[in-house]
């Protein structure tokens, strides 16, 4: 194996010790370690760095790992807390894009000038249809921040990030400007540090021959007749919903399931679900297995794993520790994922999951879930459950004690040490 990379070293008269860099790998689709892009002086062990609802502790040297961060979120930042005896400090590192299934090292935090995060986002556009392609509409974002002072966050600087339903039928920029492309309705959204705002938006680009309210060129087409006004009130998918009401709502005319939670789109109204979202209420369930197992689609607390809950795994489902008496500390997190009854997983490693392991002398836990810490020298087994479901992975931890085969006298601080091999 080539030699690793080091990036600091610390002195005192009569001895070195070198810290590895932190070596950063993509742990799967969209998954990434985040890492500082160097020690950060700022930070130390009184400090919590988090992002996306994933936390992590700062060493004593100012490192840190936050580990499957997903990629498919847009623009976010790390955020730290510092509590140190009664003293507070928060701070955050600049906005950032993460690359799908890549690498990053993360800029120093800030502590200067704390930027609070978002309580509520309003997404506004100045007009309510555009009638010709390639017509544009600048959305504007406004974050309402918990002291009630308000700040535009419109510009992908801020760190907003554009989503919209249907890019057939309209486009939106990183910065919020729309773009028409064919004849629809599609719902675009602004999310800004958790903070959500959705409006709906109308696409007109020709007239309406039969005064049915769709407009020509859709309903050519989709094989209707734009002289017929019947059409609009016909259900060309038989979804339970009329051509026009599929088009005001922005569904898939041609698809009786758009969202593809299993309920038909004209379904999703008596239930108060939106037939644009696989999950409304976000609680990881969609709303047709709600709707199955008997729980409230639009209640992110309303959910049943013993249920819905086909099996659990855990991954890796083998690790080894090697714990190194110097360092003091060896751990990994597991990750524990549910497969439920519709095909779909979710992620259950701190959703109501217990851990226990075979040897606690060996492997033990921490207050984060899903962490092991090495113990002593030997196997152990591992076992999460949840929903009356279990999984196992086998552990194996080795204890290392280095043994210091050399030494040399450097007085005060040492700048800059490089390693190449033995010397």
């Given amino acids: 194996m080539p030699p690793k990379d080091l990036t600091r070293a610390r002195t005192d008269s009569s001895r070195w010790v070198l810290q590895p860099r932190l070596q950063a790998l993509a742990l799967g689709l969209g998954a990434l370690l985040l890492l500082p892009l160097a020690v950060d002086a700022q930070l130390d062990q009184t400090c919590m760095v988090s992002a996306l609802n994933r936390a992590a502790a700062v060493q004593e040297d100012g490192s840190w790992v936050l580990p499957n961060v997903p990629s498919t979120v847009g623009r976010l930042r790390i955020r730290a807390t510092c509590v140190d005896g009664n003293a507070t400090r928060s701070g955050q590192s600049n906005f950032f894009v993460l690359p799908t299934n890549g690498v990053l090292r993360v800029d120093d935090v800030v502590f200067d000038a704390p930027a609070p995060v978002p309580a509520t986002l309003a997404l506004t556009a100045p007009v309510e249809v555009l009638s010709a392609a390639g017509a544009t509409a600048q959305l504007a974002a406004l974050a309402t921040l918990p002291d ?3 700040r535009d966050v419109t510009a992908a600087a801020a760190g907003t990030n554009y989503t919209v339903s249907n890019s057939r039928i309209a486009t939106v920029s990183s910065d919020g400007r729309v773009t028409a492309v064919a004849s629809g309705t599609v719902l675009l959204s602004a999310a800004n540090e ?3 705002s959705v409006i709906r938006l109308r696409v007109v680009l020709s007239g309406d021959s039969d005064g049915d309210g769709l407009p020509d060129d859709l309903e050519i087409a989709l094989g209707l007749d734009p002289n017929n006004p019947a059409d609009a009130f016909a259900d060309l998918d038989n979804d339970g919903l009329t051509n026009l009401e599929e088009f005001q709502l922005g569904t898939d005319l041609r698809n009786p399931d758009t969202d593809g939670d299993t309920l038909r789109d004209g379904e999703e109204g008596g239930y108060g679900t939106n037939p644009l979202l696989f999950d409304t209420d976000g609680d990881g369930f969609s709303d047709g297995l ?11 607390n309303s959910f049943d794993l013993t249920a819905g809950l086909t099996s659990i795994a855990v991954v890796p489902p083998s690790f080894r520790l090697i714990y190194n008496t110097v360092l003091t500390e060896a751990s990994i997190r ?4 549910g497969t439920l009854l519709d095909g ?3 992620d259950l490693t701190s959703r109501e999951t217990g851990y ?15 962490r092991v810490f090495a113990g002593a020298n030997g196997s152990c087994t591992v076992i999460a459950s949840n929903g009356g479901r279990t999984a196992q992975a086998a552990g194996t931890v080795t204890t290392f004690s280095p043994v210091a085969l050399s030494q040399i006298a450097i007085p005060g601080f040492t700048h800059n040490v490089e390693v190449a091999g033995d010397y």
């Fill in 148 to 150: 009630g002072s308000t």
């Fill in 194 to 196: 958790g903070a959500l």
């Fill in 290 to 300: 709600e709707v199955r197992l008997g729980t409230d689609p639009l209640d992110p």
């Fill in 334 to 337: 597991l990750r524990v994922t």
């Fill in 344 to 346: 779909t997983t979710i």
């Fill in 356 to 370: 226990a392991s075979s040897d606690l002398s060996i492997c033990s836990f921490g207050a984060e879930p899903g």
